[in-house]
Nanobody
Framework: QVELVESGGGLVQPGGSLRLSCAAS?????????IAWFRQAPGKEREGISC????????YYADSVKGRFTTSRDNTKNLMYLQMTNLKPEDTAVYYC???????????????????WGQGTQVTVAS
C-alpha cells in the first residue's frame, strides 16, 4: 500500500551536515496523515525525532534535534527530507521514515503508532 525508501545516509564529521530523503510511493500514499523520521542507535530503542502532520501542516521535533534538524517535503514528488546540521556523535543511528493513517498530536514519537516503515539508512558521525 505504501512503500518508503530512505537515502542519503553516510559518514560525516562532527559539526557537519547531511540531508536524508524519503521517497513515498504506493496506492495509499495520499491517505497518510503523518509522515515521520525515527532513528535507532545500537542497543537503544527507536526514537521519534520529527513528524509532519498532513492535517494541520505542522512539523514536530524531538528536543534532542530541535534547532539542528529540519523536515521538509516536496509534495509534487512525494519526497520528505531531513536536513541535519551540527551533527554530533550521538546522532549516529539508522534513520527511518515512517507513515501512519492517523495523527497523534501528543504521542507522534511512538513507533507503535506507525503503519509503514522504510528499510533505514545509516548515519555515522565520527572524526
Amino acid at each position: 500500500q505504501v512503500e518508503l525508501v530512505e537515502s542519503g545516509g553516510g559518514l560525516v564529521q562532527p559539526g557537519g551536515s547531511l540531508r536524508l530523503s524519503c521517497a513515498a510511493s504506493g496506492s495509499a500514499v495520499n491517505y497518510m496523515y503523518t509522515i515521520a523520521w525515527f532513528r535507532q542507535a545500537p542497543g537503544k530503542e527507536r526514537e521519534g525525532i520529527s513528524c509532519f502532520s498532513v492535517s494541520d501542516g505542522m512539523t514536530y521535533y524531538a528536543d534532542s534535534v530541535k534547532g539542528r534538524f529540519t523536515t521538509s517535503r516536496d509534495n509534487t514528488k512525494n519526497l520528505m527530507y531531513l536536513q541535519m546540521t551540527n551533527l554530533k556523535p550521538e546522532d549516529t543511528a539508522v534513520y527511518y521514515c515512517a507513515a501512519a493513517w492517523n495523527f497523534f498530536a501528543t504521542t507522534w514519537y511512538k513507533p507503535s503508532l506507525y503503519d509503514f516503515w522504510g528499510q533505514g539508512t545509516q548515519v555515522t558521525v565520527a572524526s
